[in-house]
C-alpha cells in the first residue's frame, strides 16, 4: 500500500460509513440530516429515505412513506446494510476538492442531476451535473468540504455531497475517491484532477481556477433491454468524436433495464444553454437508441 496515491481502506471505509458520518460531523458542528439504523428508526418522522450504508450512487434510495412500508423493507432486506434518514428536500450539489491529508482545497462546486427523468426512471439515480453551482452557500460548503477532508485526512481527489435547502446547507455524504463530476470539473475550469490527484500526495495543492464556461454531464439509462448494433455504436463514436459524448458501449454488448447506456458532455456559456444542449443530444440519442 506504500505506494498508492490514493486513501487507505480505513481511511475511505470511515468516510464513506453512511451510519457512523452524522457522529463525526455532529462533533464538528456540520449540519447533516438526522440519520438511525433500520432497526432503531422510530424516532423520525415520514417520509423516511432509506439508502445503502455504503455507495450506490442513489440507485437502492427509497422513500418510506408508513409504518406497513418500513416493516415490508426490514423483512425484505438485511437492516445492517441500510440505514433511515430523515427526507430533506432541496437542490443536491457537491465539492469537488484535492486533499493532502493536512490541508485541502475546493476546486469547484457543482449541482448533482438526480432522478431526471428524461435520463431515468429510477427516482434517485445519480444523472451527472453541471460545474460550476452558483448558490448563497458557497462559502458554508467550501467550508465544511474543508474541514471534513482535514478530519478524515482525505487524500487526493475526495468529493463532499450536499443538499440545499431553504434554510441552508446539509452534508449527505462524502466519497473519498475520484467522483462522476469530474469530467465537468475538468471542462469548466480547465484544471487536470488526476495531475492534481497526483500532486497532492507530494503535499502539492492545486491553484484556483475561475470557471471558464459551464460544463454538463449527463448518464442516459434504458428502460428497456437494448442491444448496442454498430449503427448505435457509430453515432456514439461520432458524438464523442465532437466532445459530446464519453464511456462509449461496445457492439454487441447488452444493456439490461435501468443500466447505463453511455454519457453525454457539453458547454456553454450559461447554465440554461449547457442544460438545454446535453438535453437536445438526448433526445436524438434516444430516438435512435429506442426507435
Known amino acids: ?8 481502506p480505513k481511511i475511505a471505509e470511515e468516510a464513506a460509513d453512511k451510519l457512523k458520518l452524522p457522529g463525526k460531523l455532529k462533533s464538528l458542528g456540520i449540519p447533516h440530516p438526522m440519520t438511525e439504523p433500520i432497526d432503531k428508526a422510530d424516532g423520525l418522522n415520514f417520509p423516511i429515505m432509506i439508502k445503502p450504508r455504503a455507495g450506490s450512487g442513489g440507485m437502492r434510495n427509497v422513500i418510506i412513506r408508513e409504518e406497513a412500508e ?17 427526507f430533506i428536500e432541496g437542490v443536491p450539489c457537491s465539492a469537488s476538492l484535492i486533499s493532502t491529508g493536512d490541508d485541502a482545497v475546493v476546486v469547484a462546486l457543482n449541482e448533482q442531476l438526480i432522478g431526471i427523468p428524461w435520463l431515468t426512471r429510477v427516482p434517485f439515480a445519480y444523472c451527472g451535473n453541471i460545474t460550476p453551482f452558483h448558490t448563497k452557500f458557497n462559502e458554508e460548503m467550501t467550508q465544511y468540504a474543508k474541514q471534513i477532508a482535514i478530519e478524515f485526512k482525505l487524500g487526493g481527489s475526495n468529493g463532499v455531497d450536499f443538499m440545499m ?28 484532477i488526476f495531475d492534481a490527484h497526483v500532486r497532492s500526495f507530494e503535499g502539492e495543492l492545486p491553484q484556483l481556477r475561475e470557471s471558464e464556461c459551464f460544463a454538463a454531464k449527463t448518464i442516459i439509462f434504458t428502460e428497456k433491454e437494448l442491444v448496442i448494433t454498430k449503427e448505435i455504436s457509430d453515432i456514439l463514436i461520432r458524438c464523442m468524436n465532437y466532445g459530446k459524448a464519453a464511456d462509449i458501449p461496445q457492439p454487441g454488448l447488452t444493456i439490461h433495464p435501468d443500466e447505463p447506456v453511455t454519457t453525454l458532455l457539453a458547454t456553454a456559456r450559461t447554465r440554461m444553454t449547457v442544460f438545454d444542449k446535453v ?9 435512435r437508441t429506442e426507435g
Open 70 to 86: 418500513m416493516n415490508n423493507f426490514r423483512d425484505k432486506f438485511d437492516s445492517h446494510d441500510f440505514i433511515a434518514q430523515e
Open 279 to 287: 438535453r437536445k443530444t438526448c433526445e436524438l440519442i434516444k430516438r
Open 165 to 192: 435547502t431553504d434554510k441552508g446547507i446539509q452534508v449527505l455524504e462524502i466519497n473519498p475517491r475520484f467522483q462522476g463530476s469530474l469530467d465537468t470539473v475538468e471542462l469548466s475550469t480547465g484544471l487536470n
Open 1 to 8: 500500500m506504500k505506494n498508492t496515491l490514493n486513501n487507505t
